[in-house]
């Protein structure tokens, strides 16, 4: 079974320095990583995804994420972190589902705070 | 173009009785998805409907959830009776089915349930 390890529960930084969130996964077949934020009382937005091609992927506000095949490791990076960055983020791997769409599995997701 | 719709926002109950949540699609995404996420833990796939078909429910607690898109586009998901344990958000998502793996899912804000 497919399985996403997000070994930081809590990070804190910054304002203005970089930021790197790691994120490991197990799974068979070619991975589809995806990062998302959670703010507090909302739902997750997309950051950015990995399907296949370049290696490193970039996505919204700043973020980028680096697939390591090798490492097993989909990490999110910042070069400079904002306040407003300040949220909890997930990392998921998807497999398909017979009959359509995908199926995610969710880290246990970390949750960011930025120093001012 | 508007989001996923989610109703309530929030809801108490006490134990043993029941609730329903509602979520109202993007506009145009067959697929759609409910998401348990208990504080500290990343979401989980409760279910997922392509159209008004159920495609997997292996992790629905069925002696006490259902589930339901009658009409292949709003979804109704309701607990009965609740227990203590179900207390979390319950988020909803949808995609665009194109037949492949690769459907990105957009969420909603979710409702949070506290069962006292």
């Known amino acids: 079974a497919q399985s996403v390890t997000q070994p930081d529960i809590h990070i804190t930084v910054s304002e203005g320095a970089s930021l790197e969130l790691r994120c490991n996964y197990s799974?068979?077949?070619?991975?589809?990583l995806f990062w998302y934020v959670q703010s507090p009382g909302q739902g997750l937005q997309l950051l950015l995804k990995?399907?296949?091609?370049?290696?490193l992927v970039q996505g919204i506000k700043g973020f980028e994420a680096e697939f390591k095949r090798s490492q097993s490791s989909f990490n999110l990076r910042k070069p400079s972190v904002h306040w407003s960055d300040a949220a909890e983020y997930f990392c998921?791997?998807?497999?398909?589902?017979?009959?359509?769409?995908?199926?995610?599995?969710f880290g246990t997701g970390t949750q960011l705070k930025v120093e001012l | 173009e508007a989001g996923v719709a989610q109703s309530p926002r929030y809801k108490i109950i006490e134990k043993r009785q029941s609730v329903a949540f509602w979520c109202n699609p993007i506009s145009g995404h067959a697929t759609l998805y409910w998401y348990q996420q208990i504080l500290g833990q990343g979401p989980k796939l409760l279910i997922q409907f392509q159209n008004n078909g159920v495609v997997d429910d292996s992790q629905l607690p069925k002696d006490r959830f259902s589930a339901e898109r009658l009409k292949g586009v709003d979804s109704t998901l309701k607990i009965q009776p609740a227990k203590l344990e179900d207390s979390a958000v319950y988020l909803c998502?949808?995609?665009?089915?194109?037949?492949?793996?690769?459907?990105?899912?957009?969420f909603g804000p979710g409702t949070r349930l506290t069962v006292l």
């Open positions: 990995y399907f296949s091609g370049d290696t």
């Open positions: 998502a949808s995609s665009f089915w194109t037949g492949a793996n690769t459907d990105t899912q957009y």
């Open positions: 799974y068979g077949a070619t991975p589809y």
């Open positions: 998921a791997v998807a497999e398909g589902v017979t009959g359509g769409g995908n199926k995610l599995t």
